[in-house]
């Protein structure tokens, strides 16, 4: 695996993608990217869609080369979310419940720091954001950030004990930008750790991975986001 490349003021848009490989770690299948000898490492927690989604990957690339090891695991087990009308909705959500998500990467932690790793953050996309915000609530890791995140309860928040950034979109229909600011209260009633929700404006749900690469717009607000990510991971994962 290549070595990454740490910045001392990393910023996204200057990033050099690296190409990682795909690896068993903690029992699950996972792409890895980054460098072995990294003590910081992020697990990036997928959409419905899978960790196969190339978005994710190449995202996983330019964060691993701000001088992280970055883990992006396979925890929906090749069994992923099918928009076909015949697709049984109900029945693959009770299969792959975040609370389940959550369980299956503590393995990966775990394996993580006998590798050596003394630091560990962890981002969720979508259905991901729901598994990292409950990791952010089991003392196994150090800092999340939830972007577009599809379902997180009061419940969840209550039990959260790092930093953890919240970043939605205006229009969600999974948990819009009201539900999302009570997170953001409840939150900020927790002086004891560093939390925030931004909103971006002119965006919908999944913006940080789906988009169209030829619609500046577009473009800028996903790279708004990534940095954002970034940046809070710089400041807490160390």
Same mark, same amino acid.
């Given at each position: 695996?290549?070595?990454?490349?740490?910045?001392?003021?990393?910023?996204?848009?200057?990033?050099?993608?690296?190409?990682?490989?795909?690896?068993?770690? @903690? =029992? !699950?299948?996972?792409?890895?990217? +980054? &460098?072995?000898?990294?003590?910081? %490492?992020?697990?990036?927690?997928?959409?419905? #869609?899978?960790?196969?989604?190339?978005?994710?990957?190449?995202?996983?690339?330019?964060?691993?080369?701000?001088?992280?090891?970055?883990?992006?695991?396979?925890?929906?087990?090749?069994?992923?979310?099918?928009?076909d009308p015949q697709f049984d909705r109900e029945g693959w959500l009770k299969k792959h419940g975040e609370a389940k998500g959550c369980e299956d990467t503590k393995p990966i932690i775990a394996a993580l720091k006998s590798?050596?790793?003394?630091?560990?953050?962890?981002?969720?996309?979508?259905?991901? @954001? =729901? !598994?990292?915000?409950?990791?952010? +609530? &089991?003392?196994?890791?150090?800092? %999340?950030?939830?972007?577009?995140?599809?379902? #997180?309860?009061?419940?969840?928040?209550?039990?959260?004990?790092?930093?953890?950034?919240?970043?939605?979109?205006?229009?969600?229909?999974?948990?819009?930008?009201?539900?999302?600011?009570?997170?953001?209260?409840?939150?900020?009633?927790?002086?004891?750790?560093?939390?925030?929700?931004?909103?971006?404006?002119?965006?919908?749900?999944?913006?940080?991975?789906?988009?169209?690469?030829?619609?500046?717009?577009?473009?800028?607000?996903?790279?708004?986001?990534?940095?954002?990510?970034?940046?809070?991971?710089?400041?807490?994962i160390n």
């Open positions: 695996m290549a070595e990454s490349v740490c910045l001392e003021n990393p910023k996204i848009t200057s990033l050099i993608s690296r190409v990682g490989s795909l690896q068993e770690l @903690g =029992g !699950v299948r996972c792409y890895i990217t +980054g &460098s072995d000898h990294s003590k910081r %490492a992020l697990i990036f927690v997928s959409t419905v #869609i899978g960790f196969e989604l190339p978005s994710l990957r190449e995202l996983a690339d330019k964060v691993a080369a701000a001088g992280f090891l970055v883990v992006v695991p396979d925890l929906l087990y090749g069994d992923y979310f099918s928009y590798r050596g790793v003394t630091a560990i953050g962890a981002a969720g996309f979508c259905w991901g @954001g =729901g !598994v990292v915000t409950r990791l952010a +609530g &089991s003392g196994n890791i150090q800092a %999340a950030v939830a972007l577009h995140p599809a379902r #997180i309860t009061h419940d969840d928040i209550n039990e959260v004990k790092v930093p953890i950034a919240l970043l939605g979109a205006e229009v969600d229909q999974f948990l819009p930008p009201e539900q999302l600011k009570q997170l953001g209260e409840k939150l900020a009633s927790k002086p004891e750790f560093e939390s925030y929700v931004k909103i971006y404006p002119g965006v919908a749900h999944g913006w940080t991975l789906k988009y169209n690469v030829e619609d500046e717009s577009a473009v800028r607000s996903a790279e708004e986001a990534h940095q954002e990510m970034l940046d809070w991971f710089t400041k807490y």
